[in-house]
């Protein structure tokens, strides 16, 4: 099963891509977490994206394609996979067209943008993992910890409220059009496209999911 998140920052791809993993077996691919992941080891991908994702704005198309079909090349992801913030933008959309990557469903979560704003001041993070908490909507069972290792949570430097309406600006300019363009490909027989109202509590999210995925 190969499935697409598609929803502005914020909208619970990451919180989804977790009960997705459990229930359907396959990997997330978040480039997010990858790009997180590469600041921390200080690698020279994570050197070029530090500035940029902290601005809030979008890495290159060209290093983020390479990225994605390297990580989709490998054998876990065989079976299917979960894309987590990938494709952002059309010509990121157009490149796996072109590597012949297809897929199956196409996720879409609707949330307006003052909820959006809301959810990141309370998000907490587990940087080994990609798990999502928030202090009231999904708390931890300790307080500042992961459920699974008891390590610290943290906030991640993105959410700051001016940067979180710079990345919902974003957002709207470059990832929205997809909304159209992945329509298209589902009337066109390529895909399943479903938009979730992605504002209903995080488990009836997950069930309307499971209802309609099958
Ligand atoms: P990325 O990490 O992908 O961030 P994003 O798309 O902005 O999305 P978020 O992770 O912020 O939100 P989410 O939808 O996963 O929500 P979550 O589940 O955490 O990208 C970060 C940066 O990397 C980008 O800005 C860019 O610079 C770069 N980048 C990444 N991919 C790229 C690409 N393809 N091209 C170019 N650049 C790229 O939930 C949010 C909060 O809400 C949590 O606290 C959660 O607990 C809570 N919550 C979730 N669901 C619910 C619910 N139903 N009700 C109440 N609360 C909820
Ligand atoms: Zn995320």
Redesign the pocket.
Known sequence: MRII?L???????????QFLMSKYGIPQI???????AAIKAGTELGKK?KE??D???????E??IGL?KERIAQDDCKAGFLL??????IP?ADAMKENGVDVDSVIE?D?ADE??VE??A????HPGSGR???????PPKTEGKDDETGEDLVV?P??EEAT?RK?LA??HEQTKPLVDYYQAEANAGNCKYLTID?????E??SNTLAEQLG
Do not use: C, E
């Not at 601005?55 to 198309?61: C, F, I, K, Y």
């Not at 999502?132 to 999904?138: D, F």
């Open positions: 998140l929803g502005a920052p914020g909208a619970g791809k990451g919180t989804q891509a978040s480039t997010g977490d990858m790009l997180r994206a940029v994702m601005a809030g704005q979008l890495v290159s198309d290093l983020i994605v987590d913030g990938f494709p952002r933008t990121q979560f949330v909820v959006i959810r990141m309370g998000r907490r993070v999502v908490y928030h202090v009231i909507y999904n991640r993105d959410d979180v990345r974003i957002y992605g504002t209903q509590p995080v009836l999210v």
